[in-house]
């Protein structure tokens, strides 16, 4: 069967959802192969694709699905920023936060010098209650940010700073490696600032508040500022941590890229912006949803029962 594009539906505005044939097997493959440039013209110009109706068989399928779709084999993960668990061939657990913690929207890897181009989610169980993966629009959030804080953080940039440790993730999971040495290399090639402390390793780059998508040519806000800076902590548990470990030694936080502080009434206008424009849909057993990951951030609602959903990433894009 042929993919007929224009059979997609929308979700909040957003053309979007196919629903398919329940293909399975070596049958399902041989559909994705079909249908694999279809897929990405779609994805390149719309940036999300939610497929409905396949009968995906675990990471196994998923993955072979997305190296197809994708047209390459999948990344690992590299230097990790949260908790997940590869399952094989390089299919991970979606991020493994507590159910009572929201996850705000965020472009993959943002905060580091190379991303994945392409990230695929698979819902093999779907929360009891909420659960779902809200996304958002890049452009959109790059125009609806205020010009002046968009200039201020364009011209000075953002300066990431993490400390290691296992109040958040400690620097042997970061790089999956205990080998010192191999971290330090690591740091060297993707021009990231270290330096061994008492407590373990700090690191710190700078890197862009937006970016020109290399397809479409368009502006995007793509960074991880809100995120990383210690605002997005409630405000008991920044007070904690910061008499706990000192403003310099805080797990991770972020600043412009010449060091000065970010005001963080600029960030919860930024966060705002998310919030207004990020959108949702109902995730269902064996839903496939497929992103540009510069083209679209990702999150996660809080939930409650089981929920198990996976992502593979692909296509790694350096700057």
Avoid at 175 to 184: A, G, L
Avoid at 251 to 277: C, H, M, Q, S
Wanted: charged share 25%; net charge negative; proline share 4%.
């Amino acid at each position: 069967m042929v993919l007929n594009l224009n059979e997609i539906q929308t979700i909040s505005g957003k053309k979007m959802l196919l629903n398919v044939e329940n293909h399975q097997g070596e049958e399902l493959l041989n559909w994705a192969e079909a249908n694999k440039k279809d897929f990405e013209d779609f994805i390149s110009q719309e940036g999300a694709l939610l497929i409905r109706g396949l009968n995906i068989n675990g990471a196994d399928d998923f993955g072979s699905i997305l190296k197809i779709v994708f047209g390459e084999d999948l990344d690992n993960y590299a230097y990790r920023s949260t908790p997940r668990t590869e399952l094989k061939n390089k299919i991970y657990t979606a991020t493994e936060y507590h159910a009572s913690e929201v996850i705000p929207q965020h472009n993959e890897n943002a905060y580091f010098s190379s991303w994945p181009m392409r990230i695929g989610f698979l819902c093999e169980t779907p929360a009891s209650k909420m659960g779902n993966t809200p996304i958002s629009d890049s452009r959109i959030a790059y125009q609806e940010i205020p010009k002046e804080i968009r200039e201020e953080f364009e011209q000075k940039k953002i300066m990431y700073v993490r400390n290691y440790s296992n109040i958040d993730l400690p620097w042997q999971e970061v790089f999956q490696t205990s080998n010192k040495n191999e971290v330090e290399q690591f740091c060297k090639e993707n021009k990231l600032d270290f330096e061994w402390t008492s407590e373990g390793l700090k690191t710190r780059q700078v890197n862009q508040a937006s970016i020109i998508h290399p397809t479409t040519k368009e502006k995007l806000w793509f960074n991880q500022a809100h995120l990383f800076h210690v605002s997005s902590l409630e405000e008991e548990l920044q007070e904690a941590l910061v008499e706990l470990l000192g403003e310099d030694n805080l797990p991770r936080n972020t600043f412009f890229g010449d060091g000065t502080p970010i005001d963080p009434a600029a960030l919860d206008i930024i966060r705002d912006v998310y919030e207004k424009t990020k959108f949702s849909f109902q995730w269902e057993k064996n839903d496939l949803l497929l992103l540009d990951n510069m083209l679209f951030t990702h999150g996660r609602e809080r939930y409650e029962g089981p929920r198990k959903v996976l992502v593979g990433m692909a296509r790694n894009f350096r700057v």
